[in-house]
């Protein structure tokens, strides 16, 4: 079976500094994909980073990156200079490719404080 | 107009009713997906259909019903609500030739079952 972790439910970080949350994944396909999506309190699910498996250079969208180590089957994301904006439940998903069927972690709580 | 449009936004049913929860989509896309959200446990697959004409259970399937009216039309039906239905309900899709880009949420269904 195909499971997502997500160990933190909730996290808290200052204004401007990094914090990075953890994720890892349990699969034995070999072709995946991975992605954060980020829910704020409007609730909608809003895609933050995605990296195919298939490539080792980790994935960077602007302040957000993550470190991807296939082997540990690991997948965190950092978030650099952190802004009150990036309140929000963040959740670690997962889908194989041959049945796109897209598995989530229990999601981390992140506040952002001033 | 949203990608993805959820009908209704909140619902409040009493238990052993039947509710019918709306999603339809402008993205032309093959695939849809209804997930629960419940605290502590992420989203969770209920339903999934690759076409109109394929229908597949998810995980957590029992006590729901789904139909595939078109291809931008995906409905899901509790025939007699139970309280611990109670959660938030989300449709997506997602496109067969674009797999590793992630899903297209709606806004999601708040769903109380009294």
């Known amino acids: 079976a195909q499971t997502v972790t997500q160990s933190q439910p909730e996290m808290s970080v200052q204004e401007a500094e990094t914090v990075t949350l953890s994720c890892t994944y349990d699969?034995?396909?070999?072709?995946?994909?991975l992605f954060w999506y980020k829910q704020p309190p409007s609730r909608q699910m809003i895609l933050v980073i995605r990296q195919e498996a298939y490539k080792q250079q980790n994935a960077t969208e602007n302040r957000f990156s993550v470190n991807f180590q296939k082997a540990a089957k690991s997948f965190s994301l950092k978030i650099s200079d952190s802004q009150l904006g990036d309140t929000a439940m963040y959740f670690c998903a997962f889908s194989v490719r041959s049945n796109n069927d897209m598995r989530f972690g229990a999601g981390t709580r992140l506040t952002v404080k001033p | 107009d949203a990608d993805v449009t959820q009908t209704p936004r909140n619902r409040i049913t009493k238990t052993g009713k039947r509710i019918m929860l709306e999603c339809s989509q402008t993205k032309g896309h093959d695939r849809m997906y209804w997930y629960r959200q419940d605290p502590g446990l992420g989203l969770r697959l209920i339903y999934y259909s690759f076409d109109v004409k394929d229908i597949n259970k998810g995980e957590i399937s029992d006590g729901y019903s789904v139909s595939r009216q078109a291809q931008a039309k995906f409905s899901l039906s509790l025939e007699s609500a139970i309280p611990n239905q109670t959660a938030l309900y989300f449709c997506?899709?997602?496109?067969?030739?674009?797999?590793?880009?992630?899903?297209?949420f709606g806004s999601g269904t708040r769903l109380t079952v009294v």
């Open positions: 699969t034995s396909e070999n072709n995946y994909y």
């Open positions: 997506a899709t997602s496109d067969l030739d674009r797999d590793g880009y992630g899903y297209t």
